[in-house]
């Protein structure tokens, strides 16, 4: 069984950039949420894919959007990038309607 | 506003020790309880809880929830070096979304 992958691992921005971050699910799961974990706190929910439609969102500005694909495979775009941006973005998949959800290893996400 | 709390923030104890960390919430639409721990990046999945009163358990983990007074406990026994992370409460509920809490970091030394 495959577990969550996460691209790049680091990435370093400057202010104003765009980024992209990408993710595959754990094989056998069809929906994937987005978090943000700031430094010394807990993760924040951005948003929750399911059948490629975006299925909740958490307190974040239309700059922050989401895709997920046919194979549920998901990316993160981030646009005009703030310095407050700067955190680890979890990616994490699930099976439809369960709660538990298994997390891939990050991208920390530097801006400058 | 939903809100998960755990407590105490930090803790730091020796090896063979137990530990204590604890997790009140307030979510509107409470569906589970889960715990991760965090050691590197990727939090891992330890348990999730749904009903009140039962504990579950694996090896010198082991973790019950309170739904009458809103919080659940996670007990390690014996600690070691190893268990040295942070770990995570979370709250799922029906929007699907998981509400965490500001996490617990613990330092078993040896």
């Known amino acids: 069984e495959t577990g969550v992958t996460q691209s790049p691992t680091h990435l370093i921005k400057t202010r104003g950039q765009q980024v992209t971050l990408r993710c595959s699910s754990q094989?056998?799961?069809?929906?994937v949420s987005w978090y943000q974990q700031a430094l010394g706190q807990g993760p924040q929910f951005i948003f929750q894919y399911y059948r490629e439609e975006e299925n909740g969102r958490g307190n974040f500005p239309p700059r922050f959007s989401g895709l997920q694909f046919p194979n549920y495979s998901s990316e993160l775009n981030v646009n005009a990038l703030e310095l407050d941006d700067s955190a680890l973005y979890l990616c994490a998949s699930s099976r439809v309607a369960e709660d538990t959800q298994y997390f891939g290893p990050g991208t920390r996400l530097t801006v400058l | 506003e939903d809100k998960v709390v755990q407590s105490p923030l930090s803790l730091v104890v020796h090896e063979g020790d137990t530990v204590t960390l604890n997790c009140s919430y307030e979510?509107?639409?409470?569906?589970?309880l889960l715990w991760y721990k965090q050691e590197k990046k990727a939090p891992t999945f330890l348990f999730m809880l749904t009903s009140s009163g039962i504990e579950k358990k694996s090896g010198r983990l082991s973790s019950i929830l309170d739904k009458k007074e809103l919080f659940s406990i996670l007990n390690i026994t014996a600690t070691q070096t190893g268990d040295s992370a942070v770990y995570l409460c979370a709250v799922g509920s029906n929007t699907g979304k998981l509400i965490f809490g500001q996490g617990t970091t613990l330092q078993v030394k040896p």
């Open positions: 979510v509107t639409n409470f569906r589970s």
């Open positions: 094989s056998g799961h069809n929906t």
